[in-house]
């Protein structure tokens, strides 16, 4: 059963445009949510990290939000760029355990 | 910036051999991790160390998988007699303080294991 839900699987956007990700979960109790960008063939870069009591938290042109009590959250891209395209992966953290569930990712290819 | 390094990146075996994985964590980190990704496939969590044991491990870690830090600076993944399926990229990660104190995981840029 995988915890960590995210849609679209993959989506294609026009250079400069805005996106957003979706991200559901059902991992109890939560700990923290966090965000990576992964790129092909490389490891996974964090971009936020958010606990209970955020509900939203920005890098850059990244802005995450979380709904704890909806178990939600989302990734804006602000005025994409080549660059951006990469797989995003929502990642959850659960209290009492050390280990991060992943989700599949959202693969963002975006285009001039 | 202080990164995770992991060596070799890319590695081929023969089914039934043994392969090491060895990963450079941050240097003041105390958390460590492997993850792998099938192809095409979500990153699985197998296995946390701290404190020079492992601390958790997934249903993917069994008797065929072992860690070790050896010498206080390289986490080693060791696959006894690696299978086909294993065929994957591993991602080691470090942390300072452990993913429930929701400090960043940092991770290397992978070992793509091929099985043949």
């Known amino acids: 059963k995988n915890q960590v839900e995210q849609s679209p699987q993959s989506l294609i956007i026009l250079e400069g445009k805005n996106c957003t990700l979706q991200?559901?979960?059902?991992?109890?109790?939560?700990?923290?949510l966090r965000w990576y960008k992964q790129d092909t063939g490389r490891g996974p870069v964090s971009l936020t990290i958010m606990t209970f009591s955020e509900n939203t938290k920005s890098n850059g042109r990244y802005t995450a939000t979380l709904d704890a009590d909806t178990k939600q959250s989302s990734l804006h891209i602000t005025a994409s760029q080549l660059s951006d395209s990469a797989s995003y992966i929502c990642?959850?953290?659960?209290?009492?355990?050390?280990?991060?569930?992943f989700g599949k990712g959202n693969q963002v290819v975006v285009i001039p | 910036e202080p990164e995770v390094t992991q060596t070799p990146s890319h590695q081929v075996t023969q089914m039934g051999q043994e392969v090491i994985l060895r990963c450079v964590p941050i240097s003041n980190h105390l958390y460590f991790y492997w993850y792998r990704q099938i192809l095409g496939q979500k990153v699985e969590f197998l296995v946390s160390?701290?404190?020079?044991?492992?601390?958790?491990k997934s249903e993917i870690f069994d008797d065929q998988f072992s860690v070790e830090r050896p010498d206080g600076s390289n986490f080693t993944l060791k696959i006894r007699s690696t299978k086909l399926e294993d065929s994957a990229m591993y991602f080691c990660?470090?942390?300072?303080?452990?993913?429930?104190?929701?400090?960043?995981?940092?991770f290397g840029q992978g070992t793509r294991l091929t099985v043949v």
């Open positions: 990660a470090s942390n300072r303080q452990g993913p429930r104190m929701n400090t960043e995981a940092f």
């Open positions: 991200c559901n979960y059902t991992v109890s109790p939560f700990s923290n």
């Open positions: 990642v959850v953290s659960a209290r009492g355990n050390n280990r991060l569930a």
């Open positions: 160390f701290y404190n020079n044991e492992i601390s958790e």
